[in-house]
């Protein structure tokens, strides 16, 4: 299994960045695609995820800001992330975990680091 983010960078406040993860070695249309993030010293937490269906879901900090999408066909899962904050700063990580279980038990990417300058 493999999940392979890509995308991260150096941004000023106020920018974009879109974030991609390709996966493989599992059955991509039976999985909950996720992206997560970590700050130094916090937990990682959600930012957003997205169904095999479509359906989405965001953490209150990044609606309006972030769009996660998903490629079912190609087996990836993209985040497009706008009006970007310094908070937003973060290592961010592709995840996929089956409905039911909990995300941490599933498959992690190796994260990206996104750098919000203000």
């Known amino acids: 299994v493999q999940l392979q983010a890509s995308g991260g960078g150096l941004v000023q406040a106020g920018g974009s960045l879109r974030l991609s993860c390709a996966a493989s070695?599992?059955?991509?249309?039976?999985?909950?695609m996720g992206w997560y993030r970590r700050v130094p010293g916090n937990q990682r937490e959600l930012v957003a995820s997205?169904?095999?269906?479509?359906?989405?879901n965001y953490a209150d900090f990044v609606k309006g800001r972030f769009t996660v999408s998903r490629d079912n066909a190609k087996d990836t899962v993209d985040l497009q992330m706008s009006s970007l904050r310094p908070e937003d700063t973060a290592v961010y990580y592709c995840?996929?975990?089956?409905?039911?279980?909990?995300?941490?038990?599933?498959?992690w990417g190796q994260g990206t680091q996104v750098t919000v300058s203000s």
């Open positions: 995840n996929a975990h089956r409905s039911g279980i909990w995300p941490g038990n599933g498959y």
């Open positions: 070695g599992f059955n991509f249309n039976t999985y909950i």
């Open positions: 997205i169904a095999s269906s479509g359906r989405t």
